[in-house]
T-cell receptor, first 114, second 111 residues
């Protein structure tokens, strides 16, 4: 059974700081990994998707890396802003014969203070 | 292009009642998945529909059932509601197994 863990559970940083969020998973036979952002009481916004054959993806100030063999991914946020405050979730999709269920971690709640 | 839409936004039900939640996928998508997210936790996979059939199911009791219509929209039904069913219910759509896009969710409160 795939398990996904995110560390830390919560993080509070001053504006402008660079930060790293961590995600680990137990089954390395993944198809892809996605990072999502969730604002309180809202749905999920996809930030980055990394295919199993890729090592990293970048979008603006965000960079996600994937080390499938060690079961780890990191989300790097450069020059954090108060608007980055949200919960960040990682999710993995296993290599399965059919279906595309995502297994999520419990998230990292980020607060960026002005 | 409208993204994934869900209705209603909020819902309050009493224990033992039944509820139906609705989801319209993003244009061009043929696969719909449902997730339950309890407060402070990550989403948990309920089931996935493709070509009007349930293709995958998570570890949820038979009280949770669903349906997909020919236009790819979907319903989630929950019977005999329990207090523990209170959660944010998220719908996601995709084209096959490619990237999933999530709707805004339906907040269900069971009293």
């Amino acid at each position: 059974k795939q398990e996904v863990t995110q560390i830390p559970a919560a993080l509070s940083v001053p504006e402008g700081e660079n930060l790293v969020l961590n995600c680990s998973f137990t089954d390395s036979a993944i198809y892809n990994l996605q990072w999502f952002r969730q604002d309180p009481g809202k749905g999920l916004t996809s930030l980055l998707l990394i295919q199993s054959s890729q090592r990293e993806q970048t979008s603006g100030r965000l960079n996600a890396s994937l080390d499938k063999s060690s079961g780890r991914s990191t989300l790097y946020i450069a020059a954090s802003q108060p608007g980055d405050s949200a919960t960040y979730l990682c999710a993995v999709k296993l290599q399965e014969t059919s279906g595309s269920r995502l297994t999520f971690g419990e998230g990292t709640q980020l607060t960026v203070n002005p | 292009d409208a993204g994934v839409t869900q209705s209603p936004t909020h819902l309050i039900k009493t224990r033992g009642q039944q509820v139906t939640l609705r989801c319209s996928p993003k244009s061009g998508h043929d696969t719909v998945s449902w997730y339950q997210q309890a407060l402070g936790q990550g989403p948990q996979f309920i089931f996935q529909y493709y070509e009007e059939e349930e293709r995958q199911r998570g570890n949820f009791p038979d009280r949770f059932s669903g349906h997909q219509f020919p236009n790819y929209s979907s319903e989630l039904n929950v019977n005999a509601l329990l207090l523990g069913d209170s959660a944010l219910y998220l719908c996601a759509s995709s084209l096959g197994v490619i990237e999933q896009y999530f709707g805004p969710g339906t907040r269900l409160t069971v009293t």
